[in-house]
RNA sequence: GGUCCCGUAGCUCAGUUGGAUAGAGCAACAGCCUUCUAAGCUGUGGGUCGAUGGUUCGAAUCCAUCCGGGAUCACCA
């Protein structure tokens, strides 16, 4: 058993000895002991006084002498203030490592029930090139699935790629207009990047034509509103909607360009998925939804014969669901789908990882299945992350301050490769281990300087920090992972250890501590469904690991059984680090 | 204006959901490589946890008010 949860349940049972109570798991407020005092865990007993109606000192003295009484693996406890902390015994730690070690394979506990969990991220649109906040978003949907999985769930990871829409046919209407036949082989450009290409010069001459119309003495708004190009814009998505043979042929064509450059990018990410959605497919799901929301009277039909529900009673205002002409709005998809992906995967939860300026809309799609009394309304959760701002301020796509994801990841496998290089120990490794290692080394620094901020919160991306390769970042994870992975390659095959009596040093005891540590880190993770909790503890590891080794020798130990304590720790340290690197979408290198 | 989110060291972020003297990284300064990779380790300086009041044994954490920043309130997506 965990050393943490022996000391819990021993807690609870000694209180309801001396006490006559009946306390349970929550009533023990248990601690790690702060590295200030002696001790390995800290009970914290000022709740406790209730119960023993005795000033907090004699109640943490009186459990710690019932504790160290009745169990053998406590060595000693001490008192300070209000705070019971208690020593265990060296044997204690390391015969909780020895099971430890004892399974060669990495594996976390999991979940007491499995539940089948779909978490749609990524979410594209198909108009331009994907730029640092999907990427935000991708990482973090592809790791707190990753994340759910380790915690032994189903998950199936859900794009629903919005493929309609005026957008698009601003992009194929300039395309057709200004492109001359333009395609991803005759230019050489990547698919999506030549679809955005058109979306800006539409933007471009669609100004124009405002600027030309505002000079004739008419209002902006109206210009807006009249300008031939949107004008042609909207009647192209009308010709789309009635099936249009050449419209269709030619937004099949720019789409496929589109999916070509996004899977480009998404395998260069690293993300996958196991099922995408198209809304050009779903678009007119949810009307049915409408219906029976009328039936029900949760909806309410105006004389326009719009459709709409008043949310004033949850605090918020009245939502239209269906528009007057009886076309969908986002919300009437978004019904739709929900309810299909119940239907057809019985799912046990729903997660949309989508940012956070659409908080009201997530809030009212829960609000609305609510009302019509789905027993899974609870079950639909979206995961709301923060925005990427730059250090000049927002990304905003109209005044070209985006920054490309497809740019970015090759701006930093160069700066990897730059600085590894600066470096010189790669000498002897082959061109190719070169690239790939370049390649491990950028994205790693990318994707953990993305996902180790709480997803909820805004972030700053600042390009020459996230570079960076050294503090609290992802290749000095690697780096540290590599150290190991050298001691063990010298050391050669590890077996036979038994190490009950080897000295344990502190640089030692709190490795172990941190690596017993790691089932309650995942789930917190998924509690929180932040990545951020498996980043920060992946660097705390590192930063443990790279004390111990600096103060103790593994190869040049002599005594052997020593050594096999030691090697075992190194080696469940890599194991470890790896395989929380991996739920955040890193590769860890052999050497770097 | 209504609703929601955020405010912690010069900068970027943690803070185990109410516990001890609030921690990391970067930046600055000072040390440590004939020893398993110095992308490392050790140390120093740096704080009115936006402000005020409240709740209690105890508040960065909970409540109220205020200040500052952001998002959102479309027959857009």
Known sequence: ??????????????????????????????????????????????PLTKLSRKSPQDTAVALGEALLKHVPEIEKYEVVKGFLNILF????????????????????????????????????NTNKPLHLGHIRNNLLGYSVAEIL??????????????????????????WMKFGNGESPESSGLKGDHLVGKYYVIFDKEYKKEIAALVNTGISEEEAEKGAPLIKEAQQLLQLWEKGDPETIRVWKMMNEWVYAGFNETYNKLGVN????????????????????????NVFTKREDGSVWIDLTKDGLDEKLVLRSDGTSVYMTQDLGTAQDRFNEFALDELIYTVGNEQDYHFKVLQLIFKHFGRSWWQSLHHLSYGMVDLPSGKMKSREGTVVDADDLIAEMIQAAEDKTKEQGKIDGISEDEQKELFRKIGLSALKFFLLKVDPKKKMLFNPEESIELQGFTGPFIQYTYTRIRSILRKAGELNNFNFSNVPLHSEEKEVIKLLSRKDEILREAEENLSPAIIANYAYELAKEFNKFYQVHSVLNETNS???????????????????????????????M
């Open 1 to 46: 058993m965990e050393i943490q949860k022996l000391l819990k349940c021993k807690a609870i049972e000694m209180v309801n000895e001396l006490y006559q109570a009946e306390i349970s798991d929550s009533d023990i407020q248990l601690q790690i002991t702060r590295p200030e005092f002696e001790g390995d865990f800290t009970i914290v007993v000022f």
């Open 89 to 124: 015994t060296k044997e204690t730690w390391l015969n909780y490592f020895y099971t430890l070690a004892e399974s060669v394979d990495f594996s976390w506990k999991t979940a007491p029930v499995s539940r089948k969990i779909m978490v749609e991220y990524s979410s594209p």
């Open 149 to 174: 999985k380790a915690r032994g769930h189903t998950v199936i990871k859900a794009n629903l790629i919005n493929d309609r829409g005026i957008h698009i046919c601003k992009s194929m209407l300039a």
């Open 273 to 296: 998925f196991d099922k995408f959605y198209y809304e050009s497919n779903t678009y007119l799901l949810g009307k049915d939804i409408v219906q029976e929301g009328l039936s029900k």
């Open 561 to 591: 059984e020593i050594q096999k304590f030691r090697l075992s720790l190194c080696f469940k340290t890599a194991q470890c680090i790896a395989a929380n690197l991996k739920l955040l979408g890193i590769e860890v290198p052999e050497r």
